[in-house]
């Protein structure tokens, strides 16, 4: 069991606005950033969004990350086709001493 | 252009040895933090172990305490990871990431720990 928690699995239409939670408690998204990252299908995973909000050059703007407490949301606004994915968030954990992942959301768009 | 590229992977037999490396190209690699990170077959990322920009600290996840071993060589920009005493559940895709925040990734090279 993952020490942050995502939904398993979301989707949503070409167009549509679908968001993805994941949460975590004090010692990891309470206390320090949250990254996300898209995995393709058969390919290495990419950082989408770093320090819970930016966007690292060449990621769209359709894609935005925000954190409250000690939970925090990735949000695709104008759904497309090449957005089916899986999508990890990532926190670094103080009690741990190390990097803690989300189990990891697949996207499908339908 | 900002590349990793990964290398040493394989087949190795419980209780067997394999040396990872990562060799890191088009950004100044001894500027950050390098990290090992997992994925089982089927399964979501582990983060396995990170490394600081001069060495002097390294963490690990549990699982691997004791039997990996993360270092680099800056002068070579190159990332590396000693793993023993391997098991079964060692078995998966490990990609090298540089960055504050695993900002870079490799393509990943595949270690099957079989009898």
């Known amino acids: 069991q993952s020490v942050l928690t995502q939904p398993p699995s979301a989707s949503g239409t070409p167009g549509q606005r679908v968001t993805i939670s994941c949460s975590g408690s004090?010692?990891?998204?309470?206390?320090?950033?949250v990254y996300w990252y898209q995995q393709l299908p058969g390919t290495a995973p990419k950082l989408l969004i770093y320090?819970?909000?930016q966007r690292p050059s060449g990621v769209p703007d359709r894609f935005s990350g925000s954190k409250s407490g000690t939970s925090a949301s990735l949000a695709i606004s104008g759904l497309r086709s090449e957005d089916e994915a899986d999508y990890y968030c990532a926190s670094w954990d103080d009690s741990l001493s190390g990097w803690v992942f989300g189990g990891g959301t697949k996207l499908t768009v339908l | 252009e900002v590349q990793l590229v990964e290398s040493g992977g394989g087949l190795v037999q419980p209780g067997g040895s394999l040396r990872l490396s990562c060799a890191a190209s088009?950004?100044?690699?001894?500027?950050?933090?390098m990290s090992w990170v997992r994925q089982a077959p089927g399964k979501g990322l582990e983060w396995v172990a990170n490394i600081k920009q001069d060495g002097s600290e390294k963490y690990y996840v549990d699982s691997v305490k004791g039997r990996f071993t993360i270092s680099r060589d800056n002068g070579k920009n190159s990332l590396y990871m000693q793993m023993n005493s391997l098991r079964a559940e060692d078995t998966a895709v490990y990609y090298c990431?540089?960055?504050?925040?695993?900002?870079?990734w490799g393509r990943g090279t595949t270690v099957t720990v079989s009898s």
């Open positions: 320090r819970n909000n």
């Open positions: 088009g950004f100044i690699f001894s500027s950050y933090w």
């Open positions: 990431c540089g960055g504050d925040g695993m900002d870079v």
């Open positions: 004090s010692s990891n998204i309470g206390s320090n950033y």
